[in-house]
């Protein structure tokens, strides 16, 4: 191809701005290369500024941090115990145990990126052989943004899902402790007074802090930040990926690139077709940017791309209030009552179908239950949170906040037979289902759904006691939240070797293309070991994407390009 057919040609272009994608970029621009990073959005960080920053990381530096020791043949066996087989490519999991470490210090060391461990998340699954009380999931430690960043501050997203407090102040708050030592070397005098300082002076925590801190380590080491410019298609010679078109500000351009595209372009949750095809359902609700639309994964599927894991998400039971947006889309909401010890899941039939307390992944595998007997999916969302009064008094959600009016998205009632008429279920029903619920509550075990005896409900505590996670729904007034089976981002996508090349359906690999973070297909299967198995994932395997493309000859077919 005449290189004057380009507008202008790079070492490596990077389509997408999450975690994998600038670890990625970091890396082949440490390494040498000329950097493009291409966001569609006008702001930079995708999902992972969304999210709460957490990476999971297995043997990593910090874990001296808590007194805590592991071992790849522990990781391997935690992790391996889980996925039952089910994980698409065994031998990624293993490159991921080797490398994550390695990967989390290499981004540190050339960033303003500074982690921590989160002292009170454990494994989700701790009590199975190889899991941790604590030490594999890390946090940002909050980041003065103005300050580091500069010019870039204002191009970096926040989250409408988080307040500005790190994961263990957020624990401290739940099990009412008091708020560790915050970032001036003081203990807060309260969580509101941290937060409104922290708002004011824009220090950012979780997943704006992790981005924050990447991106300043680019904006040293020379990488070029282009935003509100989506990438159309990839530009394939010779069967090799030699660079992407893209939409930039109207007008299309051709972005050469010598050693190869990155897709970090996140996943497909807001597209309905994609979503219906590979997931099954049409009842869920995105809780991502509202660009997750599964480009890259089109791009991929449209030069003969292996696809794998592409029933999976990241699943997260949400509420909606039925008004919210941001950036112009429904926005539901991550806040819910459901591990009050004093919450009833139920369907949309009004019968109990789940532990409330266990993994939000784990809630979205039994909403897809399917009943041979009736020929339906009776937990399929919308479902219900119900509570009484005595738990609306410990929690905001949106505009449903103590001592105010109950808006109008919440049913409540004086009687549960009165709820249920607001609900539309069978008064009978609900009367029923609560009733048995807090006769398991009286006798102190659960024997329908074994409420307090699952890991995950007392993560923070270490461990579950059931007399803890049950108690009465039995004081009026009575109220309903609807129960969203929410996507925080899917986890089928692109199927990648151990250096993040995409792979080809019919064999071999796909010369020049690599694939991190949610658009490629999610290294654990249908499971989620920790806080942070994507991010984990994605930035290991970002280090590596950058490292293998830095490292590579010229395509062909841009040598010329190279010198012009």
């Known amino acids: ?18 975690a994998g994608g600038l670890t990625a970029a970091l890396t082949a621009a440490v390494d040498g290369a000329e950097v493009e990073v291409l966001e569609k959005a006008d702001l930079l960080g995708g999902t992972s500024a969304w999210s ?5 990381v297995p043997r990593n530096s910090h874990m001296g941090e808590v007194d805590a020791t592991d071992s790849r043949e522990e990781a391997l066996e935690y992790i391996n115990g889980l996925t039952e087989q089910r994980a698409h490519d065994p031998s990624l999991i293993e490159r991921f145990v080797d490398e994550a470490a390695g990967a989390i210090d290499f981004v540190e060391s050339h960033s303003a990126l500074r982690l921590t461990v989160t002292h009170a998340w454990s494994d989700y699954f701790a009590d199975r052989p190889g899991g941790k009380l604590a030490g594999r999931s890390l946090e940002p430690l909050p980041f003065d943004s103005p300050a580091v960043l500069g010019e870039w501050h204002d191009k970096v997203r926040d989250s409408p899902h988080i307040p500005r407090l790190t994961q ?11 708020l560790p030592v915050d970032e001036t070397g003081k203990v807060p005098a309260s969580a509101e007074e941290l937060m409104t300082r922290r708002e004011r002076d824009q220090i950012r925590v979780m997943g704006p802090a992790l981005i924050s801190g990447i991106v300043r380590g680019l904006v040293d080491h020379g990488v070029t930040l282009t935003t509100g410019t989506p990438v159309t298609s990839l530009v394939v010679e010779d069967g090799a990926v030699v660079g992407v078109v893209a939409d930039e500000h109207g007008t ?5 690139a010598r050693r190869g595209v990155v897709l970090a372009s996140g996943g497909f949750e807001w597209n309905k077709d994609l979503v219906l095809a590979y997931l099954g359902s049409p009842h869920k609700l995105p809780l ?13 599927l449209e030069i003969g791309a292996a696809v794998g ?13 039925e008004h919210s947006t941001y950036e112009g889309a429904p926005i539901g909401n991550l806040a819910t009552p459901r591990n009050d010890p004093g919450v009833v899941g139920l369907n949309k039939h009004g019968r109990r179908f789940v532990n409330e307390g266990i993994t939000y ?3 979205a595998k039994v909403h897809g239950t399917y009943d041979p007997l009736t020929a339906t ?5 919308p479902g219900w949170w119900v509570f009484d009064e005595s738990v609306r008094a410990r929690y905001i959600i949106s505009d449903f906040v103590p001592g105010a009016p109950t808006p109008s998205w919440v049913k409540t009632a004086d009687t549960l037979e009165g709820l249920a008429a607001e609900m539309g279920l069978d008064p009978a029903v609900l009367v029923e289902e609560v009733e048995r619920f807090n006769g398991h509550v009286e006798a102190g075990v659960d024997p329908d759904f074994h409420r307090g005896e699952i890991w995950w409900e007392g993560y923070q505590t270490k461990g579950p006691q059931p007399g803890k996670h049950l108690a009465k729904v039995e004081t009026g007034p009575f109220y309903a939240l609807k129960m969203y089976d929410g996507i925080l981002g899917t986890v089928g996508g692109l199927r990648t070797d151990a250096d993040a090349r995409v792979l080809r359906q019919r064999g071999g690999v796909v010369d020049g293309l690599y694939a991190v973070g949610n658009v490629a297909a999610g290294i654990f299967g249908q499971v989620y070991p920790g806080g942070g198995s994507t991010l984990g994932p994605g930035i290991t395997f970002g280090h590596l994407a950058g490292r293998h493309a830095a490292a590579r000859e010229d395509a062909p077919a841009l040598r010329e390009a190279a010198t012009a």
Do not use: C, H, K
């Open 1 to 18: 191809m005449d290189s004057n057919a380009w507008d202008r040609v790079v070492d490596v272009v990077v389509v997408g701005s999450g």
């Open 52 to 56: 709460g920053g957490m990476p999971w």
């Open 168 to 178: 263990d102040e957020m624990a401290a708050l739940g099990s009412q402790r008091a």
């Open 252 to 256: 299309s351009v051709r972005i050469g």
């Open 288 to 300: 991502s940017p509202p660009t997750n639309v599964g480009d890259g994964l089109v791009m991929g």
């Open 309 to 321: 894991n592409m029933s999976n998400a990241v699943a997260f039971p949400a509420t909606y209030d």
């Open 361 to 363: 992944m784990d809630i």
């Open 377 to 381: 999916y009776p937990n399929e969302g």
